[in-house]
T-cell receptor
Framework: QKEVEQDPGPLSVPEGAIVSLNCTYS??????FMWYRQYSRKGPELLMY????GNKEDGRFTAQVDKSSKYISLFIRDSQPSDSATYLC??????????FGPGTRLSVLP | EADIYQTPRYLVIGTGKKITLECSQT?????MYWYQQDPGMELHLIHY???????EKGDLSSESTVSRIRTEHFPLTLESARPSHTSQYLC???????????FGQGTRLTVV
């Protein structure tokens, strides 16, 4: 079993839809949780960062961490074609050794 | 905004050539990483460093080598490139106190 699991998709939604992306993790020692956005042929870009459990909102993006169920979520409201990318979740213990999910490929159709 | 730079962005090279992929960061981060990623596939950690003069192998076996003589610089070298080395190589750094990793834009390597 991988330490971080993520549905690879692909996921296609119409423009304006609410997108829900999810990951599960197995290591209860993880304290830091991140979401990265990666456009084709580019490096991953840090999108959201959460320490421990809770919600974090930044514009159209909301990250949720539920440590009791070991579940990480990213919600995108009013999705745009420019949101089309691969989204990777990541976790770490002391902020050093990062474990990445395989990524979910998202397409937002105009 | 992340200040981590990789050069070159694209490289096409013949089999048997020696190459060095450059990575520099201006954030003063101690820990740096190299990942390998094939198109549409997941990241694989091939090397990391805790700081100057520290280098460790990652989860994926790689014929490449790395060095860390300065905090800001973490180059990756392939002594003899082969077509099987064709991939995207991503460099990253992290600040342990903040638990965030930042990536460069990657080097897309093609060995012909």
């Amino acid at each position: 079993q991988k330490e971080v699991e993520q549905d690879p998709g692909p996921l296609s939604v119409p423009e304006g839809a609410i997108v829900s992306l999810n990951c599960t993790y197995s290591n209860s020692a993880f304290q830091y949780f991140m979401w990265y956005r990666q456009y084709s042929r580019k490096g991953p870009e840090l999108l959201m960062y959460t320490y421990s459990s809770g919600n974090k909102e930044d514009g159209r993006f909301t990250a949720q961490v539920d440590k009791s169920s070991k579940y990480i979520s990213l919600f995108i409201r009013d999705s745009q074609p420019s949101d089309s990318a691969t989204y990777l979740c990541a976790s770490s213990m002391g902020g050093q050794n990062f474990v990445f999910g395989p990524g979910t490929r998202l397409s937002v159709l105009p | 905004e992340a200040d981590i730079y990789q050069t070159p962005r694209y490289l096409v090279i013949g089999t048997g050539k020696k190459i060095t992929l450059e990575c520099s960061q201006t954030m003063g981060h101690d820990k740096m990483y190299w990942y390998q990623q094939d198109p549409g596939m997941e990241l694989h950690l091939i090397h990391y460093s805790y700081g100057v003069n520290s280098t460790e192998k990652g989860d994926l076996s790689s014929e490449s080598t790395v060095s860390r003589i300065r905090t800001e610089h973490f180059p990756l070298t392939l002594e003899s490139a082969r077509p099987s080395h064709t991939s995207q190589y991503l460099c990253a750094s992290s600040d342990p106190g903040r638990g965030k990793a930042f990536f460069g834009q990657g080097t897309r390597l093609t060995v012909v």
